[in-house]
């Protein structure tokens, strides 16, 4: 079984252009969660969402991102335009059921705004 | 706010040396409690959790973790590290909506 895939692993773009994240989770997990560890910091809670609907997005940082996950499957953060505190990395996890089930992790986008 | 601390940035432990990473908890409800291990160039790996019943609980690669609900920890321990332990650890609480709450990580070094 596939786990959680993040594209790409690495990207360096300057400050004010558009970067943007995907994500695959684990085929029927109807969970998916967006982290960010920003220069060796804890990692942070982004958003939750549960098939294609945002739960939770308490942990976006500003109108500059966004988060999309059309049709319940995949799933984008689009970072526009973006700045030098964005950098860090972007971790996605999938989850199956709702309680008490662990969520496994993408290996991260490491992103950097030079 | 529920929150997790790991106040170690590091651990260095020989080979063959028992290995104990810690884990400390705010006070706040039932806590359920994971740890995650983030071997290089890799992502994040669950190892266990505690959710309920026993507080010693057993996971991957021969780690365990031990809740203590009076210390309010939750440290990770190996009995015998290996070099490949080498790696970096971190403890997480489940927070509302099932979201996790990181602690800041440890950096474990085994040393041959």
């Known amino acids: 079984e596939a786990g959680v895939t993040q594209f790409p692993s690495h990207s360096v773009i300057e400050k004010g252009q558009t970067v943007t994240l995907r994500c695959d989770p684990i085929s029927g997990h109807d969970n998916l969660y967006w982290y960010r560890r920003v220069m060796g910091k804890e990692i942070k809670f982004l958003l939750h969402f549960v098939k294609e609907s945002k739960q939770d997005e308490s942990g976006m940082p500003n109108n500059r991102f966004l988060a999309e996950r059309t049709g319940g499957t995949y799933s984008t953060l689009k970072v526009q335009p973006a700045e030098l505190e964005d950098s860090g990395v972007y971790f996605c996890?999938?989850?199956?059921?709702?309680?008490?089930?662990?969520?496994?992790f993408g290996q991260g986008t490491r992103l950097t705004v030079v | 706010a529920q929150s997790v601390a790991q106040p170690e940035d590091q651990v260095n432990v020989a080979e063959g040396n028992p290995l104990t990473v810690k884990c400390t908890y705010s006070v706040s409800g039932n806590p359920y409690l994971f740890w995650y291990v983030q071997y290089p160039n890799r992502g994040l790996q669950f190892l266990l959790k505690y959710i309920t019943g026993d507080n010693l609980v057993k996971g991957s690669y021969g780690f365990e973790a031990e809740f203590n609900k009076s210390q309010t920890s939750f440290h990770l321990k190996k009995p015998s590290a290996l070099v490949s332990d080498s790696a970096l650890y971190f403890c997480?609480?489940?927070?509302?909506?099932?979201?996790?709450?990181f602690g800041g990580g440890t950096r474990v070094l085994v040393k041959p």
């Open positions: 997480a609480r489940r927070a509302a909506g099932n979201k996790l709450t």
């Open positions: 996890a999938s989850s199956q059921e709702y309680q008490n089930t662990e969520a496994f």
